[in-house]
């Protein structure tokens, strides 16, 4: 039968998992904001690449436009796919930070 670890081994540990979970969470913190505005900059080129495009060859030609507004839409996609993941997984990391805080503070005050 295991024992449990004393308390003050616990606090190195959950010391270090706090402080891990809340990088973790800052960095996903990061990438929730900034996928999205990664994705516009491609977006904002395709959309130039198409409306040059209809200024070149007028608007008879929607088989190059559309092409263009296409790669624009993916990489919106790209972008918003990214924040989504980074949402979720920012949420996760908060939690189990949050969750790693109050034991530290609970053993603590129990080993004062």
Known sequence: MMTPPSVPN????LTR???FWGRVAWGAG???VIAPLLGMLPTI???LRAFR????QGAAD???VAEEISFAL?????????SFVSMILFAVAL????????TLRAVEAEDR
């Open 95 to 102: 939690t189990i930070f949050l969750k790693r805080r109050q």
């Open 53 to 56: 495009e209809i200024g070149e």
């Open 62 to 64: 929607s088989e190059a």
């Open 74 to 82: 993916q990489a919106t996609m790209y972008g918003l796919g990214i």
């Open 45 to 47: 080129a395709g959309m």
């Open 17 to 19: 998992s706090k402080r």
């Open 30 to 32: 990061i990438a929730v």
């Open 10 to 13: 616990q606090i190195p540990e």
